[in-house]
């Protein structure tokens, strides 16, 4: 389900409907970087490593759109009146340090880890696109601020962080048509053009 086949006037969805590309982005960094060190062979490793270094760059991209988009959701449902949130996943559970888990190690990777990587398998250099980590930073904070989302039962439960511009407006239906569009479009990169609005 997505904002484009939900209507009510009291609720709205947790997710506007990024679960089609969330399924191309969750873990995919991971489960790529352990099957890659799970290669013994040296001469294997740097082959291998040439050949998923575009997947790298193509999955870190798709993740900063898809947290970028969770801020924008978030801020835009945070306008809007006491609206119940309806399939909220993270409802009820508790909430620890495993829900920095996925954040921090994609956090490590484009700050550090990459760049050691390429420069030992490619003899290259990886430069962090400064607004991925931002992104990454800021939506890290953004869960901390609202405990995982265990507790978000309404749109004034959300916390928005300081960090974050309030948009006006105009921006914010900005922000729901942009991301009416990279839902329609299943397109989440779609996303980084109203990136300046919240951050």
Same mark, same amino acid.
């Given at each position: ?10 609720? @709205? ?25 799970? @290669? ?31 801020? /924008? ?61 931002? @992104? ?61 609005? @919240? /951050?």
């Amino acid at each position: 389900m997505s904002i484009l086949d939900f209507k009510s006037d009291t609720d @709205i969805l947790f997710d506007p409907g990024y679960s089609a590309s969330v399924a191309r982005v969750s873990g995919n960094i991971e489960y790529m970087y352990s099957a890659f060190s799970a @290669i013994p062979s040296l001469k294997q490793k740097k082959f291998q490593f040439s050949i998923i270094y575009p997947k790298f760059l193509k999955a870190i991209n798709l993740n900063a759109a898809f947290y970028l988009g969770c801020m /924008l959701w978030g801020v835009y449902l945070k306008s809007l009146e006491d609206k119940n949130i309806v399939n909220n996943p993270c409802l009820g559970a508790d909430f620890d340090d495993e829900a920095f888990y996925e954040i921090d190690f994609l956090l490590d990777f484009v700050k550090t880890g990459l760049n050691r990587d390429v420069k030992y398998y490619l003899n290259k250099t990886y430069s962090a696109n400064p607004l991925h980590i931002e @992104i990454l930073e800021k939506y890290r904070e953004f869960l901390e601020e609202n405990k995982g989302f265990v507790d978000v039962k309404k749109t004034s439960d959300i916390k928005i962080p300081k960090s974050l511009k309030t948009p006006n407006d105009n921006d914010l239906k900005e922000i729901h048509n942009t991301i009416l569009e990279a839902v329609q479009n299943d397109d989440l990169e779609i996303l980084f053009k109203v990136s300046d609005k @919240i /951050l």
